[in-house]
C-alpha cells in the first residue's frame, strides 16, 4: 500500500524553532510537497522538493532525502498564526497527490 | 491570488437526498480535483478532471459523480445521501503547466446528513 506517516501533534513557543517529519512509502515518487491548513480553512500549498536536499522560504524550509524516502519541514521564528495543522504530499504520478495524516502545530506564547 | 469558489459551504439534509456541490475557478486551470476530509484527517482524492468532458475516480471509492463540461465548472453530486457521506468536500484546481504538488484549494463545503 501507500503511506504517509507524520506525527499527530507538535508543540511549542512563540520564536521556537519545529521540524515536522514526513516519512513515505509510495509506489511512485515525483516530488514531495507541503501544505498547511487552518482550521476551518483551505489547504494553501507551502513548499515543494523534486530533489533531495533544503529549500528555503522565508521562515519556512522543506528537506527531502529520497533514499531515505523521508522529508521534513522546519519552520523558524514561530509566530502564534503559524498554529495550523500541516500535511506532506507525494505525487506518485503526474497527476494525483497523496496526503499525509498531518501534524497539528500548537504554538503558545 | 486563486480564484476558487464552492457553494454552498455548509449543508444539511436528510438521508436520500441528492445533492450537487458546486465549484468554480476562473483561473482558467485545466486540472480540477475533488478530495473528502473529515476533521483532523488527511484529504482522500474522490474525483479528477484533465479538462472538458474528462473524469477520473480517484484514490477513495465514492459514491459521488462528477461532470466537467466547462473549463470553470466541477460540479459534484451525491444521488443518494447517507450519513456515511457526512464530511468536508474540497475542491482544488491546477495549472496544466505547474506540477500536480501545487493545488490551489476552494474554501470547501461541509456536509452533514442525518
Known amino acids: 500500500g501507500q503511506s504517509l506517516e507524520q506525527p499527530s501533534e507538535v508543540t511549542a513557543v512563540e520564536g521556537a524553532i519545529v521540524q515536522i517529519n514526513c516519512t513515505y512509502q509510495?509506489?511512485?515518487?515525483?516530488?514531495l510537497s507541503w501544505y498547511q491548513q487552518h482550521d476551518g480553512g483551505a489547504p494553501t500549498f507551502l513548499s515543494y522538493?523534486?530533489?533531495?536536499g533544503l529549500e528555503e522560504t522565508g521562515r519556512f524550509s522543506s528537506f527531502l532525502s529520497r533514499s531515505d524516502s523521508y522529508g521534513y519541514l522546519l519552520l523558524q521564528e514561530l509566530q502564534m498564526k503559524d498554529s495550523a495543522s500541516y500535511f506532506c504530499a507525494v505525487n506518485g504520478d503526474t497527476d494525483k497527490l497523496i496526503f499525509g495524516t498531518g501534524t497539528r502545530l500548537q504554538v503558545f506564547p | 491570488e486563486a480564484d476558487i469558489y464552492q457553494t454552498p459551504r455548509y449543508l444539511v439534509i436528510g438521508t436520500g437526498k441528492k445533492i450537487t456541490l458546486e465549484c468554480s475557478q476562473t483561473m482558467g486551470h485545466d486540472k480540477m480535483y475533488w478530495y473528502q476530509q473529515d476533521p483532523g484527517m488527511e484529504l482522500h482524492l474522490i474525483h479528477y478532471s484533465y479538462g472538458v468532458n474528462s473524469t477520473e475516480k480517484g484514490d477513495l471509492s465514492s459514491e459521488s459523480t462528477v461532470s466537467r463540461i466547462r473549463t470553470e465548472h466541477f460540479p459534484l453530486t451525491l444521488e443518494s445521501a447517507r450519513p456515511s457521506h457526512t464530511s468536508q468536500y474540497l475542491c482544488a484546481s491546477r495549472d496544466r503547466l505547474r506540477g500536480v504538488n501545487e493545488q490551489f484549494f476552494g474554501p470547501g463545503t461541509r456536509l452533514t446528513v442525518l
Open positions: 509510495t509506489s511512485g515518487f515525483y516530488g
Open positions: 522538493n523534486a530533489l533531495d
